[in-house]
């Protein structure tokens, strides 16, 4: 199948952390990290299977901490991270995805800006890893604790997960390097002679491995539900006007002597919609997600686009409380059309159509839209978490 999977690395047994418990399963926020990690790319729009690789000890208490969740049946682990990273891929084979991401059951915090940033890198790259670029001044030291040397910090960088990678050249290396030592899925890579990128990390992608990580991933968590639950975005698109008969605007076709031009149906209005939402979100413009020089967008429906926006809109966890959209034009009036373009509006999206404002104004013939050249829209949104 086409798409995206994920592989949770979650068989280890976290030793070094000293609990009774391997560490994927214990609980911050009133949930398992594995739980909080899991969710995180079930929910994400981009990724098609979750594939947990397991301890075969552990299944009674993984499918307890994933109750609900949608994911693949786990596969055992292997005795080191690299060997359990292979069996999850041999068990995604079948299944042949283009891309797979890798990730640690024990950094439960990843976020989809996240995952977006390395998926978007995989377009040009066979493999793409989040890291921090190192900025403190490093020392080596002998077993006595005696600075011996300063290691020059250039160039250096401190890697996390999701690592993501086109599937079958992850796959390949992994059985290429089977029985060799390597760190994470990047080093196998490298070692198979692939070129591997890195994207922006994130400072509280945190791995947990001591307690003194699990306190301070609480603290984070604690501060971010503490935070309003709400988002505002704004957008703004505006198209020109050409040969045609009808515009489209919300998705509605209304009869007029031009038509708006634009590499996809030009529907000025759900664009400037599009755009509110994503700028809510911090996650591009319309252009980043269907850019026009995509021949497969050439006279899309814009609905398609609005579609998009808000599954990425719910996979972050939030619904629209209300939007406002103002259409800026002299011809046609949109007056008459305006309960058709809310009832559309809240079609496509699913959306109570009192949450719904459409309006026009014109700009007393100043300007382009005064000189019927082109029409413009703003649009305002208000997102708010939900329950």
């Known amino acids: 199948m086409p798409g995206t999977a994920v592989i949770i690395v979650a068989a280890g047994r976290g030793h070094r952390f000293g609990a009774e418990l391997p560490k994927q399963f214990l609980y911050v926020r009133g949930a398992p990290l594995i739980r909080h990690a899991v969710d995180a790319f079930v929910s994400h729009p981009a990724i098609d299977a979750v594939l947990p690789v397991i301890h075969p000890d552990d299944a009674e208490i993984v499918a307890e901490a994933l109750s609900g969740l949608d994911y693949m049946a786990p596969v055992a682990g292997g005795a080191a ?38 998926l978007a890198a995989l377009d040009d790259h066979a493999g793409a890893i989040p890291a921090l670029q190192v900025v403190d001044t490093l020392k080596r030291a002998d077993n006595d604790g005696v600075i011996n040397s300063t290691v020059p910090r250039d160039g250096l960088w401190r890697a996390q997960t999701p690592q993501g990678f086109r599937f079958d050249a992850l796959l390949s290396a992994h059985r290429a390097v089977a029985g060799q030592e390597l760190t994470d899925d990047a080093a196998v890579m490298e070692a198979a002679g692939h070129q591997v990128s890195v994207v922006a990390g994130d400072d509280d992608n945190l791995k947990v491995t001591t307690p003194d990580d699990l306190e ?6 604690a501060k971010d539900a503490s935070r309003p639950a709400f988002r505002i975005g704004s957008g703004y698109d505006v198209h020109r006007l050409g040969p045609g008969d009808h515009v489209t605007l919300c998705g509605i076709d209304i009869a007029h002597d031009q038509a708006l031009v634009g590499h996809s149906d030009a529907d000025v209005a759900l664009h400037a919609l599009c755009d509110a939402i994503f700028g809510a979100l911090a996650d591009g413009d319309i252009g980043s997600h269907f850019p026009p020089s995509d021949e497969q967008w050439r006279g899309a429906p814009s609905d398609r686009f609005l579609t998009y926006a808000l599954e990425r809109m719910r996979g972050r966890g939030f619904e629209i409380e209300n939007l406002d959209l103002t259409i800026i034009c002299e011809k046609p009036k949109i007056g008459p059309h305006r309960d058709a373009m809310r009832a559309r509006v809240a079609e496509i999206g699913g959306i109570d159509p009192a949450r719904i404002s459409v309006k026009a104004t014109t700009t007393e013939k100043l300007g382009f839209t005064g000189r019927g050249e082109g029409i413009a829209a703003e649009a305002s949104v208000l997102l708010v978490a939900e329950n």
């Not at 999850?88 to 059951?105: F, I, K, N, Q, T």
């Not at 301070?216 to 968590?221: F, G, N, T, V, Y």
């Open 216 to 221: 301070r991933m609480e603290q984070i968590m």
């Open 81 to 118: 991270r690299q060997d359990s990273v292979r069996n999850g891929l041999e068990a995604l084979s079948a299944m042949a995805p283009d891309r797979v991401l890798v990730h640690d059951a024990a950094r439960p915090m990843v976020t989809h800006g996240l995952i977006d940033r390395v």
